[in-house]
């Protein structure tokens, strides 16, 4: 399996370390950041995206940035922490990882001391980093179930290596399989608008030698109804405590497909993507976005944009995390 370090820490560990995802495929670019600004820019521009990514990046780039601007002073820093941390979970609403990780790090802030506390944030961030990876190897163990040798399976948008610290949610079965010397094919749709099924789940997947074909998003259904798809599994930007999954916009339409054609479709996600504090889908907050991702629209048509949408649990056949098969209610 080939590393991607799609998030971590520069060397020196003075920076959070990114591959700019929007230049992906054409370019491979690393960025170093320490401002908050350019973290959250980095997290708003989807140059790093993905849920577990995101948390991950918003945990290393505050624990950088509260060191360089406070100018390693603990007491500085503690008085910066509460606007710092707020600006980064208002960057995107939708991923609960993002909030998720960044209470992490006010937890242990307030369990710390001045003097102690920029090195705690620093352990702190390299935990959550950490685990990730370990979460990602683990679905990607308790997944190998579903993944037959000769399995063909679609996924949309991309919840593979570029969107965590290690293997990926989705992804991390099929590459599993694939190391296990299982032939795999993915299908791939496309995602509309900002196409992060052909730009990034293709390079990805084809870097790692695995069989990957790109749709366009309108030709799933077609796909399935052509018995070319055994099944569906995506990732998830946050799940409900009654087992709805906010995910990028078009899985409830893939969901939909899948359910007509009598084809599975499974969620793959780290437990810290559960939400037990959110009851349904009708209460998580959906990212809108800029019409301008649309293209060109005649002058005067607005645009409905929203990032994510959701799947209801009804048409979800199974839920697959780091502590294996889980089945809702997630009450705690
Ligand atoms: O807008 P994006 O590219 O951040 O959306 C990403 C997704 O919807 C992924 O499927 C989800 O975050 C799971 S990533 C392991």
Same mark, same amino acid.
């Given at each position: 399996?080939?590393?991607?370090?799609?998030?971590?820490?520069?060397?020196?560990?003075?920076?959070?370390?990114?591959?700019?995802?929007?230049? !992906?495929?054409?370019?491979?670019?690393?960025?170093?950041?320490?401002?908050?600004?350019?973290?959250?820019?980095?997290? /708003?521009?989807?140059?790093?995206?993905?849920? #577990?990514?995101? *948390?991950?990046?918003?945990?290393?780039?505050?624990?950088?940035?509260?060191?360089?601007?406070?100018?390693? =002073?603990?007491?500085?820093?503690?008085?910066?922490?509460?606007?710092?941390?707020?600006? $980064?979970?208002?960057?995107?609403?939708?991923?609960?990882?993002?909030?998720?990780?960044? %209470?992490?790090?006010?937890?242990?802030?307030?369990?710390?001391?001045?003097? &102690?506390?920029?090195?705690? $944030? /620093?352990?702190?961030? %390299?935990?959550? /980093?950490? @685990?990730?990876?370990?979460?990602?190897?683990?679905?990607?163990?308790?997944?190998?179930?579903?993944? #037959?040798? *000769?399995?063909?399976? $679609?996924?949309?948008?991309?919840? *593979?290596?570029?969107?965590?610290?290690?293997?990926?949610?989705?992804?991390?079965?099929? +590459?599993?399989?694939?190391?296990?010397?299982?032939?795999?094919?993915? +299908?791939?749709?496309?995602?509309?608008?900002?196409?992060?099924?052909?730009? !990034?789940?293709?390079? @990805?997947?084809?870097?790692?030698?695995?069989?990957?074909?790109? !749709?366009?998003?309108?030709?799933?259904?077609?796909?399935?109804?052509? &018995?070319?798809?055994?099944?569906?599994?995506?990732?998830?930007? /946050?799940?409900?405590?009654?087992?709805?999954?906010?995910?990028?916009?078009?899985? +409830?339409?893939?969901? !939909?497909?899948?359910?007509?054609?009598?084809?599975?479709? +499974?969620?793959?996600?780290?437990?810290?993507?559960? =939400?037990?504090?959110?009851?349904?889908?009708?209460?998580?907050?959906?990212?809108?976005?800029?019409? @301008?991702?649309?293209?060109?629209? #005649?002058?005067?048509?607005?645009?409905?944009?929203?990032?994510?949408?959701?799947?209801?649990?009804?048409?979800?056949? *199974?839920?697959?995390? =780091?502590?294996?098969?889980?089945?809702?209610?997630?009450?705690?």
């Amino acid at each position: 399996m080939l590393a991607i370090p799609a998030v971590g820490w520069s060397p020196d560990t003075r920076a959070l370390r990114i591959i700019d995802q929007r230049l !992906l495929p054409a370019q491979e670019v690393v960025c170093d950041l320490v401002t908050l600004t350019d973290t959250i820019a980095a997290i /708003r521009s989807l140059a790093v995206r993905g849920a #577990p990514a995101i *948390g991950v990046a918003a945990a290393i780039g505050l624990a950088v940035a509260l060191d360089a601007d406070s100018r390693s =002073d603990g007491a500085r820093a503690r008085a910066l922490l509460p606007s710092y941390a707020s600006a $980064l979970i208002a960057s995107r609403p939708t991923a609960v990882n993002l909030a998720w990780a960044v %209470e992490r790090m006010r937890r242990v802030a307030a369990d710390t001391t001045d003097v &102690q506390l920029l090195h705690t $944030l /620093r352990l702190e961030a %390299e935990s959550i /980093r950490h @685990e990730d990876v370990a979460m990602c190897a683990a679905i990607g163990r308790h997944g190998l179930s579903i993944i #037959p040798d *000769g399995a063909r399976v $679609l996924t949309h948008c991309n919840a *593979g290596a570029l969107a965590t610290a290690g293997i990926g949610t989705a992804l991390a079965p099929i +590459y599993t399989a694939h190391a296990a010397g299982r032939l795999v094919t993915v +299908y791939a749709d496309e995602t509309r608008p900002l196409r992060q099924g052909a730009r !990034l789940t293709a390079w @990805e997947l084809s870097r790692a030698g695995i069989n990957v074909t790109v !749709l366009p998003d309108g030709a799933a259904a077609s796909l399935m109804a052509q &018995q070319q798809v055994d099944l569906v599994l995506v990732g998830a930007d /946050r799940i409900t405590a009654n087992g709805d999954v906010a995910n990028k916009v078009g899985t +409830y339409g893939v969901a !939909l497909a899948a359910r007509a054609h009598g084809i599975p479709l +499974y969620v793959a996600a780290p437990w810290s993507t559960i =939400d037990p504090a959110t009851a349904t889908g009708r209460d998580i907050v959906i990212e809108h976005r800029h019409a @301008e991702e649309l293209g060109e629209l #005649p002058a005067g048509v607005p645009a409905w944009n929203p990032a994510f949408d959701v799947t209801p649990r009804a048409l979800v056949h *199974g839920y697959l995390t =780091d502590r294996g098969f889980v089945t809702p209610p997630f009450l705690s």
